[in-house]
């Protein structure tokens, strides 16, 4: 759901990808069975830097998977983490989305129940001086290439992010050749001309 007023902030298109699908990716590997992934985005006031309240753009998902444990909450922003380490997890998802948003001068903000679900909110700054956007301006054409066609190996062991990246590069005309293995990426580079 998209409110109709939005801040316009500054950030780095591939970047805030890079936190969008690092956090449904977390949220859909909360969900065992039937389940919910619910992504809001909205105008809030926020305090993101000291004694300085200002307009933010919060970016809100939420899911209906398993929970945090009150007890990991605070650690689970930290590089090396994970609940997930028999499961493939490395701990550095959520420590990259932390550092991403902090960069950018925003707040990431992380509350849930076990049994209950998840809510993860990202809260980016106002760009100073601007005219709150709308959403019938968001384009929803791809971005214009700004390089000629290539030909990309993607490498990843989360098929949900190599799925996402690999439609997106597709969509920007590049061949993309994906691999969830370093056995697999060896095979499609010797074949292709990456």
């Known amino acids: 759901e998209i409110e109709q007023k939005l801040p316009l902030i500054h950030f780095d298109a591939p970047q805030l990808e890079q936190v969008l699908v690092n956090l449904i990716n977390n949220a859909t590997q909360a969900i065992k069975k039937d389940g919910k992934i619910s992504v809001f985005v909205t105008s809030d006031q926020k305090q993101l830097a000291q004694s300085m309240s200002s307009n933010a753009l919060r970016i809100s998902i939420v899911d209906n998977g398993c929970g945090i444990p009150e007890a990991d909450l605070a650690s689970v922003t930290e590089s ?115």
């Open 80 to 194: 090396f983490w994970t609940s997930r380490q028999d499961n493939g997890g490395t701990g550095l998802g959520l420590a990259m989305v932390k550092r991403i948003v902090n960069q950018h001068g925003g707040k990431l903000e992380i509350s849930s129940t076990v049994g209950t679900g998840s809510m993860v909110d990202v809260y980016l700054p106002e760009l100073k001086g601007a005219p709150q956007a709308k959403p019938q301006q968001i384009s929803k054409k791809p971005p214009v290439n700004q390089t000629q066609p290539c030909h990309i190996l993607l490498v990843d062991d989360a098929e949900e992010v190599l799925d996402v990246h690999h439609m997106l590069l597709q969509a920007m005309g590049h061949t993309v050749y994906s691999a969830r293995s370093a056995k697999k990426a060896i095979a499609l580079f010797s074949e292709h001309p990456i």
